[in-house]
């Protein structure tokens, strides 16, 4: 499983862009880069996932270079509600179509107002 | 989205007592279940992966017998935790993935349960 680092903490004012970024330099061939957003006292949720180049949802962008070394998480005009823990994972599907998530520490983002 | 639902979201019991945590896959069946416990400002360590129909398994360090997993069927994972002790006070979260979609990592994650042993 790929290790991942990502910085501990975070500060943004309401309303700026946010960009997390995620070293992963042993990613494997066939992992995948998922990042997942955690509030404090419930479980992770799910943001965006992506293999390569550029994945845009309705809540984020991932920008992933060519070397799928690193990755960048982007909160578009963040607000207060987004201050959270969010973690980047690597991971990949094994021949027997089970598969473990290896959290990291996370970063803290908090939104100051 | 799939839903993982986990119950209770809190639970206090005595020291020596055991307590049973289950996890549900609502709207999608998952032959794999994991189970994870998070100490406060700390991230999320996976205890055990919880399989459908066979034996559990432990990350190292993990004492099956006092943290029981049982996967009976393709929609309920449970996690009993025996004899439980002050220093088992923790954030116990379980995350399913919809087989149907084997080509991505995407787990789902239930709301946690908050346990206090007294």
């Known amino acids: 499983l790929a290790k991942t680092t990502q910085p501990i903490s975070m500060d943004s004012y309401e309303g700026q862009e946010v960009n997390i970024t995620c070293s992963h330099n042993n990613i494997a061939t066939n992992d995948y880069i998922t990042w997942y957003q955690q509030f404090p006292s419930q479980g992770p949720r799910f943001i965006i996932q992506g293999y390569k180049t550029k994945v845009t949802n309705e809540v984020a962008s991932l920008f992933i270079p060519a070397d799928r070394k690193s990755s960048t998480l982007s909160l578009p005009r963040v607000s207060l509600s987004d201050t959270a823990v969010y973690y980047c994972?690597?991971?990949?599907?094994?021949?027997?179509?089970?598969?473990?998530?290896?959290f990291g520490k996370g970063t803290k983002l908090s939104v100051i107002p | 989205g799939a839903v993982v639902s986990q119950h209770p979201s809190r639970v206090i019991c005595k020291s020596g007592t055991s307590v049973k945590i289950e996890c549900r896959s609502l709207d999608f069946q998952a032959t794999t279940m994991f189970w994870y416990r998070q100490f406060p400002k700390q991230s999320l360590m996976l205890m055990a992966t919880s399989n459908e129909g066979s034996k559990a398994t432990y990350e190292q360090g993990v004492e099956k017998d006092k943290f029981l997993i049982n996967h009976a069927s393709l929609t309920l994972s449970t996690l009993t935790v025996t004899s439980a002790h002050p220093e088992d006070s923790s954030f116990y979260i379980c995350?399913?993935?919809?087989?149907?979609?084997?080509?991505?990592?995407?787990?789902?994650f239930g709301q946690g349960t908050r346990l206090t042993v007294v």
């Open positions: 995350s399913a993935r919809d087989i149907l979609s084997p080509r991505s990592t995407e787990a789902f």
């Open positions: 994972l690597v991971g990949a599907v094994s021949g027997a179509g089970s598969y473990q998530l290896t």
